[in-house]
């Protein structure tokens, strides 16, 4: 009997009179309201434990956790495959207004699992081992994950905090979609493969708005990575707030590999140290492609390069435009192979229109390599 009144409180909870905003769910559908465990989601009270009722509950009935419009204080750690976190309400880009976590969420390699028009507010909540705002999981590699981030909104500490917005370094297959990500050294980053990422809104994150990278141990090899309609905007006057780069790289270990990735659609205005940036540190990055990018007033120097590649092979830029840049608008250096610039255009760049090694290089209608 009492199992019973427990499902029906769960459906009754779940069902409200406020017609849904165009970014929240059907709210009228079967699901486990945190709030029937006790959640409060004024910002103050700690509603951990709730989410972790929840959860249980919501693996056992096979119901998705719903998150009503409130500020949840929670450190909110995935125990269960195939759950899924939806919230009313996706936030803005400022997070202030909708379901938001204060702290973090920690997908903790779980398989099958979805978080859902969620905002996450980590000013203030990341301890010196939080890597991230919302985590993938770490350290098995191996993993086939099959997750989803969508309708996320998330803001954090600013460049000297040196965190993450999304931390994605583990596993494989995991979609991303209609993402904003505010404040953060690297806005989302990917060690993973067979991700897809779609329609990010990246503001005043310090390095990077999204990096895909290969490192070491467990994340040593980064593959077939999609990335569409990223929309970068920094402040050009602050080079601690100046947008990030959609940086594609091989950093730590000589044997990582990062290949087959595909840029489409990046529209930055003032960002950072480049609007896409190619960079082998170790290792290898091989099978590039850079697709219908448009870039004002980037770099915050004449050292940089809004389209910059330092060592890769096989990468190639077409339809991409350059203007105003504070250094060169195209730049090929280091250990370089088969590079590419396919009608491209360039103006009104500080340092000049491109430097160094291609293939082929053509810019503003001329055949400059060929």
């Known amino acids: ?39 409060v989601g004024n910002g103050l009270a700690d509603d951990t434990h709730a989410f972790e009722l929840a959860m249980d509950i919501a693996d056992s009935l096979k119901l998705p956790v719903y998150v009503p419009v409130g500020i949840y204080k929670a450190r909110v750690q995935l125990s269960h495959d195939s759950l899924r976190i939806i919230g009313q309400r996706q936030p803005g880009a400022d997070v202030t207004s909708g379901s938001i976590v204060l702290g973090l969420i920690d997908c903790n390699y779980k398989k099958y699992v979805s978080v859902e028009n969620i905002g996450i507010d980590s000013r203030g909540q990341l301890r010196a081992t939080d890597d991230a705002a919302l985590t993938s999981g770490v350290y098995a590699n191996s993993l086939v994950l099959h997750q989803q981030f969508k309708n996320i909104s998330m803001i954090g500490d600013g460049y000297m905090a040196f965190k993450h917005g999304l931390l994605c370094s583990v596993g494989s297959d995991i979609i991303i979609r209609n993402v904003t990500v505010s404040l953060f050294y690297h806005g989302i980053a990917i060690r993973s493969s067979n991700v897809s990422i779609d329609s990010v809104y990246a503001y005043n994150c310090g390095f990077t708005s999204i990096v895909v990278k290969s490192d070491q141990g467990d994340n040593i090899l980064t593959e077939n990575v999609s990335i569409n309609h990223v929309f970068i905007k920094g402040d050009p006057n602050d080079a601690y707030n100046r947008g990030g780069a ?125």
Not at 9 to 26: I, Q, R, V, Y
Not at 306 to 326: K, R
Request: net charge negative.
């Open 1 to 39: 009997m009492r199992h019973q009144y427990l499902i029906l409180l769960l459906f009754w909870g779940c069902s409200k009179s406020t017609p849904p905003l165009a970014s929240e769910p059907d709210v009228y559908f079967p699901c486990v309201n945190i709030k029937d465990f006790g959640a």
């Open 246 to 370: 959609v940086m594609i790289t091989s950093y730590a270990d000589p044997a990582s590999i990062t290949r087959n990735v595909t840029v489409q659609n990046v529209h930055s205005t003032y960002g950072g140290v480049a609007c896409v940036l190619v960079y082998q540190n170790n290792g290898l990055v091989d099978n590039v492609s850079i697709q219908d990018c448009a870039s004002e007033g980037q770099g915050d120097s004449n050292i940089r390069a809004c389209y910059d590649i330092d060592g890769g092979s096989n990468i190639t830029f077409t339809n991409c435009t350059a203007t105003n840049s504070n250094g060169y608008g195209f730049r090929s250096i280091g250990s370089v192979n088969n590079i590419k610039v396919v009608n491209c255009f360039e103006g009104n760049s500080g340092a000049g229109n491109w430097i160094g090694t291609y293939k082929y290089l053509q810019l503003n209608g001329i055949e400059i390599i060929k």
